[in-house]
């Protein structure tokens, strides 16, 4: 990949470009990039293949909405585009990208670029992250650091698009303002986004709250934007990136894909849109995957093996040959005519086939089946939740994709190793009163199993051992206890591909949320962060690990 070259003539000084972050012009041409946000906030952009396919698919549905008056497409699944994306399907009316096996959702937004930006000639801005990989840019900051490359200026402040960095492109790094830690950037020159036309003469400089901006771009005040994120975010510029050690920075196209998941793609006939939908941005949710670094206290360790073969281990056996027993034993049937209203997996009306009749068989149930979950009451054809769980793990329980509410013990894919516990009398940042707790994981390469990707195939681990850290207070105890029933439950780790090496085979981090660092929280991996024991205690119990497993 080229790095960017530094240019000559002019010094733009540490405040970079006098205007701030690049918006559409009044030209009609535009380019159109489709973004996720990921926990920490940042918009991060599909790549320009899987653009190309939601913008096409979604025009095509404006296009026929106004020609009909309805008919718009509700959901986009992201598995038509890419094969890694089938989990992953876009709501549209609620701008949410959404993982069919796990529930995790995070906020999507369209944004729209000029097509002589950097966007538009596919030119992607990226720095270096800890593991030696690239990791992209935001686009708007893209479109920001290419103009003012465009125009020799040799370093930038990326301030006015609210990080604490400045970039220089002489030197080709990017070094944070108030920790000085620098990190190597580059530019690549990729895919364009697809075009598309401008509804309407935009303005430039920053996005707003206003109509233009909020329908356009997906930007605007977001005041509720991190109530279900891993750190809790003022408006600080700080905590973007990770500042050293600790890593946890997600892909450029997909929001976690642990592995190549059998394609939940295959429905027949493309979603529909609710047309008296509104666009609203969602709350960002969901952990992500990162890979932590070693950097511990030596102290005493309390090992916590992984048990010998347990009900885990049972009901692997069992559901991975009885799939359809399990959704029947969640599910009821109903009998005589379904509600009008569609199933949220396959979009098609619950009074019509299943949308995975073509993809999905049951040898006991039929593609006109339609079940209740037993507990929320929520219906779906019983043909789309089969192919869901088959399209997992198969680990005995079921989740509802509306409520998210777990039926049976969720369990994972774990691999085996070990979980040391030890305490020390230091303190960690925002908990003066009390020690520290110290978590150490220990997992070793190894053989794949038939819960795996690849059974059969090596996979690595890297970074191990992992540290992580917890206050030794009541509510610390209270989340070890509940991360040992995880760790047992093989819940923790997964064998995927990293979300920041892009390596396959891997151990990484599974949607549970770990503190890696014991201060210095730029990151958002260590602390002061006065949320995070009630955030991972949610994060748990949306994988059925809530109290009520310490009373079993």
Known sequence: MAAAQGAGGSSAGPSGLPGSAPGLSSNSTAVAVWEWQDEFGRWRPYQGNVCSY???????????????????????????????????VIDIPSLTQFRQDTGTMRAVRRHLFPGDSAAGQGIVWEWQNDEGGWSP????????????HATNHQRVDLGPLGYNYEVDFVAQVQTNKTTRFRRSVQRRLGAPYPVTASPAPLHTGVACSCQQCWLNSGTGPITTRYRHSMINFPNSSTTHQV????????????????????????????????????????????????????NGVSAPNLPVKM????????????????????????????????????????????????GYSDTCEGSTIK????GRLTNCQHSFHMLCMLAMYSSGNKDGSLQCPSCKT????????????????????????????????????????????????????????????????????????KVLELLRVAWKRRLIFTVGTSSTTGESNTVVWNEIHHK??????????????????????????AQGVTEDCLRQ
């Open 516 to 541: 890696t660092e014991m201060d210095t929280n730029l990151s958002g991996h260590g602390y002061p962060d006065p949320n995070y024991l009630d955030n991972v205690l949610a994060e748990l119990a």
């Open 406 to 477: 777990i039926y049976g013990e969720k369990t994972g894919t774990q691999p085996k190793g070990k979980m040391e516990v030890s305490t020390f009398p230091q303190s960690l940042p925002g908990h003066r009163d009390c020690g520290t707790i110290q978590i150490v994981y220990h997992i070793s390469r190894g053989i794949q199993g038939p819960e795996h990707p690849n059974p059969g195939m090596p996979y690595t681990a890297r970074g191990f051992p992992r540290y992580c850290y917890l206050p030794d207070n009541e509510k610390g105890r």
């Open 137 to 148: 840019y935001e686009m708007n900051v893209c479109v920001f650091l290419e103009q003012a």
């Open 54 to 88: 939601i913008e096409q698919v979604f025009q095509a549905s404006q296009q026929k909405g106004r020609r009909s008056g309805s008919g718009h497409v509700s959901s986009i699944p992201l598995g038509r585009a890419d094969p890694v994306l089938a989990p992953y």
């Open 307 to 354: 048990p010998k073969p347990s009900k885990v281990n049972q009901a692997l056996a069992v559901t991975l040959t009885e799939p359809e027993a399990v959704v029947k034993r969640y599910l009821e049937e109903l009998k005589g005519t379904p509600a009008d209203e569609d199933c949220i997996i396959c979009m098609e009306k619950l009074s019509s086939p299943s």
């Open 243 to 294: 500042s050293g050690r600790t890593a946890s920075v997600s892909s450029s196209s997909v929001g976690f894909v642990p592995y190549n998941k059998p394609t939940l793609s295959g429905a027949r006939s493309t979603p529909r849109l609710n047309a008296q939908s509104t666009w609203a941005l969602p709350q960002a949710g969901g952990p992500s995957t990162g890979l932590s670094a070693s």
């Open 367 to 370: 593609p006109e089946t339609v």
